[in-house]
């Protein structure tokens, strides 16, 4: 199976379930394009986004982080690192510019990727969290995952 490693909280949103029933990040954005479509494993890595203190989080994400229960800071420092935690398919790959006037661009969304002119959005879904993480290192880019 494929996997992306992408960096906590980010790589659990991606498989975390608002109240709607959608993941709360369902567009990964990239430098670059992919032209992979199907399953996919989420793989958080090792390192983690800088929140010490969550009251430094900028803004816009602030709100959206605590909507998604990662109000503290312990509760993002405790999550999973250097593991697979769950699955997503890539259904489409979009350059940024076709993706600002979809549903995908909301303010959410917005505050949790760069979607910044030349990117592109990765349209990820049906996520699914595993019960337990699974140990894995991660590497750069969509690589081959042999768990599970």
Known sequence: MKALTIRQPWASLTIMLDKNGKAFK???????????????????????????PLRGVPRKERPYLIEAGL???????????????????????????????????????????????????WILEDPVLYDRPIPARGQLGLWNWSGK
């Open 71 to 121: 109000g503290s800071d312990m509760t993002i420092h405790k999550m999973p690192h250097g593991a697979v935690v769950g699955e997503v398919t890539i259904a489409d790959c979009l350059p940024i510019e076709e993706l600002l006037e979809t549903p995908y661009c909301t303010e959410r969304e917005r505050a949790f990727g760069d979607w910044g002119k030349g990117r592109f959005g």
């Open 26 to 52: 369902r567009v990964e954005t990239r430098s670059h394009r992919t032209n992979y479509r199907g399953r996919i494993a989420i793989h958080a890595g090792l390192a983690e986004e800088i929140f010490f």
